[in-house]
Structure formats: structure tokens, C-alpha cells
């Protein structure tokens, strides 16, 4: 089982500032490889930075976080400069990674179909 993670967070915290307020604290959780993670939760209660933590765009203010060889992180909102869908997204993420335009698209809408975001 161990050796089937892909990611691992132990006793990961993180706050905000020197003396912020914590946002996460002591999160213990296992990925397996080839898994797929959906993440829900009340406004506020740490969703969006657990999956910095564990994209590597941030780093934890306690504990420790090891694997994530490759991991995958479609935000919540997107920049300005890029007013894209959640299937403009994934389908210009895959035309960068080498997929052609309907390759890409159909791709997208099966991820987003999976996970209930389809449309």
C-alpha cells in the first residue's frame, strides 16, 4: 500500500503569516497512484489550499508532504488573460501537451463527465 502512493501528507499544517490564523491542521492523507480526487467542502474550510499543498504550489507551515512525482491542479478561477470554461481549460491544457483541437475536447468533457461537471 505504501509504495502505491502517490502523494502523502503527514501532520501537514498551514497558515498565513507569521501568526495568521491556520487554514489546515495536522492532515494525514494518502493518494494512491493513478487515483482520482474530488474535493468538496464550505467555502473557507481549506479546499483550495490543500490542493496547492499538494500541486507543490505551496509549502506546509508544519509536517510534511513527499511524492507528488506528477500532479494535476485545475483551479477554481482562472487569471484575467485566460477567461476560460472548465473545458476551455482542460482542452487548451491538452492541446499544450500535444492532443489535436477534438482529441482534446473529448478528452476534457470525459474528465469533466467524471467527476459530475459535465455538460
Given amino acids: 500500500m505504501e509504495r502505491d502512493l502517490a502523494v502523502r501528507l503527514d501532520g501537514v499544517g498551514r497558515r498565513y503569516g507569521m501568526g495568521g490564523p491556520w487554514v489546515l491542521r495536522h492532515v494525514d492523507l494518502g493518494i494512491r497512484t493513478g487515483s482520482l480526487v474530488r474535493v468538496e467542502g464550505a467555502n473557507g474550510s481549506g479546499k483550495s489550499t490543500l490542493l496547492r499543498l499538494l500541486a507543490g504550489i505551496d ?20 487569471p484575467a488573460a485566460l477567461p476560460f470554461t472548465a473545458l476551455g481549460y482542460l482542452t487548451h ?27
Fill in 59 to 78: 509549502a506546509p507551515s508544519e509536517g510534511r508532504v513527499s511524492g507528488r512525482r506528477r500532479t494535476a491542479f485545475v483551479p477554481e478561477r482562472f
Fill in 93 to 119: 491544457m491538452g492541446r499544450v501537451h500535444g492532443l489535436g483541437a477534438g482529441a482534446a475536447r473529448r478528452r476534457a468533457s470525459e474528465w469533466l463527465e467524471l467527476f459530475g461537471a459535465g455538460g
